[in-house]
């Protein structure tokens, strides 16, 4: 683990924390002189927004400083944690209080800024009369330990999410906070200490009994990892079978079966998600939801492959084949830390000899509302030239462009003039050239 910064070292912090990124640390100081300069910039709060500026690492002058636009939502986006907004509005409080008095307008200002940040006025005003004055700000600024860690999934939204201060200690009983929705694990390295749930925790060392037991610790500021995992159910994700899956049909012997649907999971064991999602880098959002679909339909392919009571019946009611399969993917899918929240099957296709004509309960509804549009009874068939689908066979209108099942592109382009045609064609129906097979 990284060692705490040494607070002597003052000009050496931005090289040995992450958390001053030129970004950071400009926006940070522009919150600093938007408080000093609400009723006159006077020499003391010059010199402490002075002094931050050089204590991590940045070389603006306060006219330059001072030029750069200040947008509280963007400095709230910028200052991407809640302890980092937190510490911008602790800091101002120090530096109004250095002079030994604080005006009415760095109040109303305060109370506004830690509004615009989401951190509440209380924080911006309680006690703020009692601060010390001539405190040496720089030395309290590079001693910053974290008090406070929540995860504020509005700004920086995701699957998981890394607290971004790793250089600076964790104080002891800092606030742990933990939303619903949400679980947080502790972690040395590679090493999964402790998992809390949602709720407000106390950073010691009975609250963090196996982080304790990993460091020796017995109190006092420590370091560790602290992952935040969305533990909701994910947003509806399409799933299918790469390449058909066999399977026992009796009657029939072994028959390739392609399926395609969506599906939503929740992360149920996070200690395991962590240990096999983001152990050594934390992935964003696309790469956790390449990485389920992954599992989904690696597990959903072995599941059906090994089940022994299919028949026609059951693969023409995608509805009750779906409930089958949810049923039987449940202890496959526990072994990756998921719980299948939803499972739906949209289409299934298999040797034309069969007969299968599989339906939901959603594709009736939709036929049904079709019928309704265009004027006719249920008993009424839908006119519509039909072609299947490329990849996955589903019935599509000839004029499709790409397949509501599978996503697949539907029509291609003439080799000569670039005209648009089914798949099938031979010809152009444009300009009469021969198309590739």
Request: net charge neutral; aromatic share 6%; hydrophobic share 40%.
């Amino acid at each position: 683990m990284p060692p705490a910064a040494p607070g002597g070292k003052h000009a050496a912090m931005s090289a040995a924390s992450p958390t001053w990124t030129e970004h950071r640390a400009l926006a940070f100081a522009r919150g600093l002189l938007h408080v000093a300069q609400c009723d006159g910039l006077d020499a003391v709060e010059a010199r402490a927004v002075e002094g931050f500026l050089r204590l991590v690492g940045q070389a603006e002058t306060l006219d330059e400083l001072a030029a750069l636009p200040f947008d509280p939502s963007e400095l709230k986006a910028t200052l991407d944690s809640v302890w980092l907004r937190r510490t911008l509005i602790q800091a101002c409080r120090r530096m109004v209080a250095l002079d030994g008095r604080v005006s009415p307008a760095e109040r109303d200002t305060l109370r506004g800024l830690a509004s615009a940040l989401g951190v509440g006025e209380r924080l911006a005003l309680a006690g703020l009369e009692e601060l010390p004055a001539g405190e040496d700000f720089g030395r309290w600024i590079a001693g910053l330990a974290v008090d406070h860690v929540a995860w504020d999934d509005e700004v920086q939204a995701g699957y998981f999410w890394l607290f971004p201060h790793p250089t600076h200690p964790i104080a002891e009983g800092a606030t742990l906070v933990v939303e619903r929705g949400q679980a947080l694990v502790v972690r040395h390295g590679e090493i999964v200490c402790d998992v809390l749930g949602p709720g407000d925790h106390t950073a010691t060392p009975s609250h963090l009994p196996g982080l304790a037991r990993t460091l020796g610790w017995t109190g006092g500021e420590f370091f560790a990892d602290l992952l935040f995992i969305r533990t909701g159910p994910s947003p509806r994700l399409r799933w299918g079978t790469s390449t058909p899956v066999p399977v026992r049909l009796p009657g029939h012997g072994v028959v390739d079966l392609s399926i395609f649907g969506r599906f939503s999971v929740r992360f149920h064991d996070v200690g395991l998600v962590a240990d096999r999602m983001a152990r050594r880098t934390v992935p964003d959002s696309g790469e956790v939801e390449q990485r389920l679909r992954t599992i989904m339909t690696g597990r959903f392919a072995t599941v059906l492959a090994a089940q022994s009571d299919l028949t026609i019946e059951l693969l023409n009611d995608l509805d009750a084949l779906a409930t089958h399969m949810r049923e039987a993917l449940d202890a496959p899918l526990s072994q990756s830390g998921l719980f299948l929240a939803r499972l739906e099957i949209e289409n299934l296709t298999g040797p034309s000899h069969l007969g299968l004509k599989p339906t939901s309960k959603r594709t009736q509804n939709l036929t049904q509302a079709a019928r309704v549009l265009m004027g006719q009874t249920s008993e009424q068939p839908v006119k519509a030239d039909l072609v299947p689908c490329i990849r996955c066979g589903i019935s599509l209108p000839t004029s499709a462009r790409f397949c509501t099942s599978c996503g697949t592109p539907q029509r291609k382009r003439c080799v000569s003039c670039g005209g648009a045609l089914p798949p099938a064609a031979r010809f152009c129906s444009q300009c009469g050239t021969g198309q590739p097979a």
